[in-house]
C-alpha cells in the first residue's frame, strides 16, 4: 500500500454495517469465550478517550488496508498482536484479526484482496465494538468520542460534506 487511506466519515462507516448486522454479530461473538475476553483496558482505552474515536478508525483502515486486505497477508493469522493498540484489541473481539478468521466470522473469502467495500466494513465492524467497548452507540452520542480531546485532526461528520474546491 502506498498511500495511506482517506479517513472514512461516521455516515460511511454507518451505511457499511447496519445495526441489525451487527447486532447479529454481536450476538454471535459473545457466545465465544475467546472473543468475549476481550476488553478495551487501561492504556487503551484512554488513548481512544484523548485520541478520539476518528483517530482510532483511521489507524484501523490503515492496519486493515496493508496487514488483512492482501490476498495473502505476510504471516496471516500471527500478524495481528494481542495488545499495544485498541484496534488489535478489536480485531481479535470481532474476528477480523486474520483472513481465516475473517472469513469463519464474517463470510469473507480468504485467498483473494479485500474489496474497498470489505474493507469498510471491516472498519464498520472495529468502530462499532470500540464505540460500545467506550460506552457509546454509533448514532448522536458519538460525537464527542469521535473527536476525542485532539478536536480538529479529522473533519467532524458536518463538514466531510462540504462541496468540493475546484
Not at 488496508?65 to 495473502?72: N, T
Not at 474497498?116 to 465492524?125: I, P, R
Request: proline residues 8%; contains cysteine.
Amino acid at each position: 500500500m502506498e498511500n495511506p487511506p482517506q479517513p472514512v466519515a461516521l455516515e460511511q462507516l454507518q451505511a457499511a454495517l447496519s445495526e441489525a448486522r451487527w447486532d447479529r454479530l454481536a450476538q454471535r461473538l459473545s457466545r465465544s469465550r475467546f472473543r468475549r475476553r476481550f476488553r478495551l483496558r487501561g492504556a487503551e482505552r484512554s488513548y481512544v478517550q484523548r485520541e478520539g474515536l476518528a483517530r482510532v478508525t483511521h489507524q484501523a483502515q490503515v492496519f486493515v488496508a496493508r496487514r488483512l486486505a492482501p490476498a495473502r497477508p505476510p504471516r496471516d493469522g500471527k500478524q495481528t498482536p494481542y495488545r499495544g493498540h485498541p484496534v488489535f484489541v478489536a480485531q481479535h473481539a470481532t474476528g477480523t484479526c486474520c483472513r481465516k478468521c475473517l472469513e469463519r466470522w464474517h463470510g469473507i473469502a480468504a485467498g483473494k484482496p479485500l474489496t474497498e467495500q470489505e474493507q469498510l466494513y471491516v472498519v464498520a465492524v472495529l468502530a462499532r465494538w470500540l464505540a460500545a467497548e467506550m460506552g457509546t452507540q454509533m448514532g448522536t452520542q458519538l460525537s464527542s468520542l469521535w473527536q476525542g480531546e485532539q478536536r480538529g485532526l479529522f473533519p467532524s461528520p458536518e463538514e466531510t460534506h462540504e462541496a468540493p474546491s475546484p
